[in-house]
């Protein structure tokens, strides 16, 4: 059986109209084999949470530029869990300053990753933290009761 591709939706929150980081980490995550969707900008947390939830991702990556992600991450995060996707990933890229990132992660940001990030260190944090996530999920699993052992 073959291996389902990590499915990823990158998502511009607010009103920052600065895409080309977003769709440079995109591009490259499709081009290491990853399934992308681009929802492009100016996306509120609701559009956002509704995407995820449509195209059943593993990972959700905000880019935000704005200065805003105080107010619009930690909501995206919210939606995301009320909908019952407390699985999904949550990452963060653009310019967070050093004093936000404890505050993001303790709203269930997973990452935050920081100006000149390479593509290949998102890609493979990605890959660690989804394989990571299956394992811990698989262990938790009770054992099938309609096996006999």
Same mark, same amino acid.
């Given at each position: 059986?073959?291996? &389902? %591709?990590?499915?990823? =939706?990158?998502?511009? +929150? @607010?009103?920052? #109209? ?19 969707? *681009?929802?492009?900008?100016? /996306?509120?947390? $609701? ?6 939830? /449509? ?5 959700? #990556?905000?880019?935000?530029?704005? #200065? ?5 991450? +930690? %909501? ?8 019952? $996707? ?17 505050? =993001? !992660?303790?709203? @269930?940001?997973? !990452?935050?990753?920081?100006? @000149?990030?390479?593509?290949? &260190?998102?890609?493979? *944090? ?5 394989? &990571?996530?299956? $394992?811990?999920?698989?262990? /938790?699993? +009770?054992?099938?009761?309609? /096996? &006999?052992?």
């Amino acid at each position: 059986m073959a291996e &389902e %591709k990590i499915r990823v =939706l990158i998502a511009k +929150p @607010g009103l920052d #109209g600065h895409d080309r980081g977003a769709k440079v980490v995109a591009r490259a995550l499709r081009d290491a084999g990853f399934e992308v969707i *681009y929802t492009g900008i100016r /996306q509120t947390p $609701q559009m956002i949470a509704e995407a995820a939830l /449509q195209e059943d991702v593993d990972v959700v #990556g905000l880019s935000i530029l704005s #200065g805003a992600h105080m107010a619009l991450i +930690p %909501k995206v995060v919210e939606l995301l869990r009320a909908q019952g $996707q407390e699985d999904v990933l949550v990452l963060v890229g653009g310019i967070i300053p050093d004093e936000d990132v404890a505050k =993001l !992660r303790a709203a @269930g940001v997973h !990452r935050v990753f920081g100006p @000149g990030t390479s593509t290949r &260190e998102i890609a493979a *944090y990605i890959r660690r933290a989804v394989a &990571e996530r299956e $394992q811990a999920s698989h262990a /938790q699993q +009770p054992d099938d009761p309609g /096996q &006999e052992g």
